[in-house]
C-alpha cells in the first residue's frame, strides 16, 4: 500500500533549469494537491485537481505548471528554477467520498542556486 | 482575507507540561478542520479531523481538539507532553464549498525532558 509516491525527495537546480516534480497516488482518488512548505509560512497551495484533465491554480501558482493525465499522476513543472522555489514541495490526495482527509508524500526538498 | 491564524509560533515546554496551542480560521460557512503533525524530517501526518458531531474530537498519540463554533476556533490540547511530540502542528481548514484544504503557518513545539 504505497499511498502517495513522490520523487525525486532532493534536488539541486541552477537558476533557469527546468524540472518535473513527480507524484503518484494508489488509492483512486480524484483530488490531488501541490503544496510548498516555507519556514514559517505553512503550506502555501500551488495547484490542485479535481480528476483526470482537469486542473487549477491554488494560491501561489506563479512560475508552475501542472497536467492530470491520468487519475493516478499529477506532476509538478518549475520551467524557469528561480530561487524563490527553493522550497520543500508536497503532493497529496483525497477522495471525495466519505470524510475528508488528505494523504501527504514525503515531499521533494528543492534548492535553486 | 480569509485565513488560518496559528498565534503560537514556537513553543517550548517540559515533559509533563500541558499544552494548548490556538487555532483559528475566518471562513464562514460548513468546514472541517484537522491538526495535522510534522516530525523532523518527515512528511505531514494526521492528528485528529472534526468533520461533525461531538466538538471535543480525540485523535492519536493523546491528543484531543475543541470545536467552538461561536469562536471559531478549534485549539489543540494534550495533558501532558512527551520529549517525542517535539514538532511542528499545522492547523488546516477545508470550506466545503471550495474542496481546498488551506494551512496555518504552523506551530513549532521543542519539548525538553
Known amino acids: 500500500n504505497a499511498g502517495v509516491t513522490q520523487t525525486p525527495k532532493f534536488r539541486i537546480l541552477k537558476i533557469g533549469q527546468s524540472m518535473t516534480l513527480q507524484c503518484t497516488q494508489d488509492?483512486?482518488?480524484?483530488?490531488m494537491y501541490w503544496y510548498r512548505q516555507d519556514p514559517g509560512m505553512g503550506l502555501k497551495l500551488i495547484y490542485y485537481?479535481?480528476?483526470?484533465?482537469?486542473?487549477d491554480k491554488g494560491e501561489v501558482p506563479n512560475g508552475y505548471n501542472v497536467s492530470r493525465s491520468t487519475t493516478e499522476d499529477f506532476p509538478l513543472r518549475l520551467e524557469l528554477a528561480a530561487p524563490s522555489q527553493t522550497s520543500v514541495y508536497f503532493c497529496?490526495?483525497?477522495?471525495?467520498?466519505?470524510?475528508?482527509?488528505?494523504?501527504f508524500g514525503s515531499g521533494t526538498r528543492l534548492t535553486v542556486v | 482575507a480569509q485565513s488560518v491564524s496559528q498565534h503560537n509560533h514556537h513553543v517550548i515546554l517540559s515533559e509533563a507540561a500541558s499544552l494548548e496551542l490556538g487555532c483559528n480560521y475566518s471562513?464562514?460557512?460548513?468546514?472541517?478542520l484537522f491538526w495535522y503533525v510534522q516530525y523532523p524530517g518527515q512528511h505531514l501526518q494526521l492528528l485528529l479531523k472534526?468533520?461533525?458531531?461531538?466538538?471535543l474530537v480525540k485523535g492519536i498519540k493523546g491528543f484531543e481538539a475543541e470545536f467552538i463554533k461561536s469562536k471559531f476556533s478549534f485549539n489543540l490540547r494534550k495533558p501532558s507532553v512527551q520529549w517525542s511530540d517535539t514538532a511542528e502542528y499545522f492547523c488546516?481548514?477545508?470550506?466545503?464549498?471550495?474542496?481546498?484544504?488551506?494551512f496555518g503557518t504552523g506551530t513549532r513545539l521543542q519539548v525538553f525532558p
Open positions: 485537481s479535481v480528476g483526470a484533465g482537469i486542473t
Open positions: 471562513y464562514g460557512g460548513t468546514v472541517n
Open positions: 488509492m483512486n482518488h480524484n483530488y
Open positions: 488546516a481548514v477545508i470550506r466545503l464549498v471550495t474542496d481546498k484544504l488551506i
Open positions: 497529496a490526495s483525497s477522495s471525495r467520498q466519505g470524510p475528508y482527509g488528505y494523504t
Open positions: 472534526y468533520f461533525s458531531g461531538d466538538p
